[in-house]
């Protein structure tokens, strides 16, 4: 997929599963192209996100709403419809994500942590596409650093 005006190239991917390969403090989620070549992108995320991940995947319920949950929860009831996930890039090793929304008060992109975006669409009733930009995906693009920490969102997003 490209965007118009020849902005960045878009891949489908689903979530192939949440991993935690020791030695590494930190899990990975695992995000495979839908269409070949089938690449593969590993997004370090924190332990309580990794968690939180793999409840979603797994559809697992809980006895009360997770964060991610009641967020679904409140955009249903107010009308408001996640169209995309987009993971968009990479600074250092803290991967940076968008949401597309629509609802009553119009069309917004909402800037987000992947392990957020992914737990929220994973949550949905509906399916919503998950979008990686084509550049993460190349066998040029440097990994993240072998057990490094996921990064912090850089302030102001």
């Known amino acids: 997929m490209t965007a118009e005006g020849g902005g960045p190239r878009w ?18 989620v695992v995000l495979q192209e ?9 997004i ?3 332990m309580a996100e990794g968690r939180a991940l793999a409840y979603a995947l797994r559809a697992i319920p809980t006895p ?3 964060t991610h949950e009641l967020l679904v929860d409140l955009l ?3 009308g408001v419809d996640v169209s995309a996930l987009r993971i968009t ?8 994500a968008e949401l597309d929304t629509i609802g009553p008060r119009g069309q917004h992109t909402v800037p987000c942590r992947p392990s957020d975006g992914l ?11 998950v979008l990686v930009a084509e550049s993460l995906l190349e066998p040029g693009a440097p990994p993240p650093e ?8 850089p302030e102001g997003t």
Request: overall charge positive; aromatic content about 2%; some cysteine.
């Open 119 to 129: 737990c929220l669409v994973l949550r949905r009733r509906m399916a919503t596409p």
């Open 146 to 153: 072998p057990g490094a920490p996921p990064g912090p969102v």
């Open 76 to 78: 249903d009831r107010h």
């Open 34 to 42: 839908s269409e070949a070549p089938g690449r593969q992108l590993r």
């Open 89 to 96: 890039g990479r600074s250092g090793t803290t991967y940076l």
């Open 64 to 66: 009360r709403p997770l």
């Open 11 to 28: 891949r489908v991917v689903t979530v192939a599963g949440i991993r935690l390969e020791l030695p590494s403090e930190h899990p990975e």
């Open 44 to 46: 370090p995320v924190g």
